[in-house]
């Protein structure tokens, strides 16, 4: 019964993590005009608690990659060139991010509901 | 039969058996995107049963257990599965671990459907059929 209630909490947790990884890619998204945005990124890590093992998605992080120039000479924030200083978000990267993002959220889901189904036929057993 | 209920035994060993695999696989699912995870596995019902014998029994596999002979305690063992690279070092394949939970599923189906048989049979040969 416990290994049932730990695949449930790996999954569970798995669930999360994919939520919150797809909740950074939209912020991505609507940021990608927004002058000098960083696309954010966040890292899964497996944490034990109370010996269960668990994902998490740790901490932000900022993309260290150049921010685009891009030409604009009637911007306000327009330097002598006409160019200013826009995000780094590559909506394509973007996009296949999300779709990562939402196959394995939709595998952990079906991983959490064979388990219900598992434990709920084992707990037939005991009618009748 | 009734003296030794072997059958029920193995059923129970069965599907503790898919129910252990089905905690080590959704683990593996769970971290299919985190780098440098590898995949694990535990060694198929078949072969470690085939190592104990048809005298399995509960084991005591953790301290807080009652009953059950302790050191034979196997709960079954784990090991490091084939690995199929990813750039970021994790080796986790959504689609193997797939076929493997779909395998869990139905060994444990059976040794529900065992179990729930032998139960008639049990209760026929009482007359409360």
Redesign the interface.
Same mark, same amino acid.
């Given at each position: 019964?416990s290994?049932?209630s730990? !695949?449930?909490t790996? *999954?569970a !947790? %798995?669930l999360r993590?994919?939520a919150a $990884?797809l909740r950074h890619v939209s912020e991505n998204i609507s940021n990608a005009d927004t002058p000098g945005y960083r696309r954010k990124t966040v890292?899964?890590? #497996?944490v034990q608690q109370d010996g269960k %093992?668990?994902?998490q998605a740790g901490r932000v992080q900022l993309d260290r990659r150049d921010l685009q120039r891009v030409h604009d000479p009637s911007h306000p924030m327009a330097d002598e060139s006409g160019h200013y200083l826009g995000s780094n978000v590559d909506l394509m990267i973007e996009i296949a991010d999300a779709r990562?993002?939402q $196959? !394995?959220y939709e %595998?952990?889901l /079906?991983?959490?509901d064979? #388990?219900r /189904?598992?434990s709920s *036929?084992?707990m037939?057993?005991l009618r009748k | 039969m009734f003296y030794d209920l072997n059958v029920f035994k193995t059923a129970h060993a069965m599907a503790t058996h898919a129910g252990q695999r089905q905690a080590v696989i959704a683990r593996n699912m769970a971290n299919a995107d985190t780098p440098g995870y590898q995949p694990r596995d535990i060694e198929a019902f078949k072969s470690a049963f085939e190592m104990t014998g048809p005298q399995t029994q509960m084991m005591a596999t953790r301290q807080g257990h009652l009953n059950g002979g302790g050191q034979a305690g196997h709960s079954w063992a784990e090991f490091a599965a084939d690995p199929s690279g990813d750039p970021n070092g994790n080796g986790v394949s959504l689609e193997e671990e797939m076929l493997k939970a779909v395998d869990v599923k139905r060994q444990h189906d059976r040794a529900l459907a065992i179990y729930k048989s032998s139960m008639n049979i049990l209760r026929t040969s009482l007359g409360r059929g």
């Open positions: 019964m290994d049932f730990h !695949s449930l790996a *999954s !947790s %798995a993590a994919q $990884r890292p899964f890590e #497996t %093992a668990m994902v990562e993002a $196959r !394995s %595998a952990n /079906k991983m959490f064979q #388990t /189904k598992m *036929s084992l037939e057993l | -």
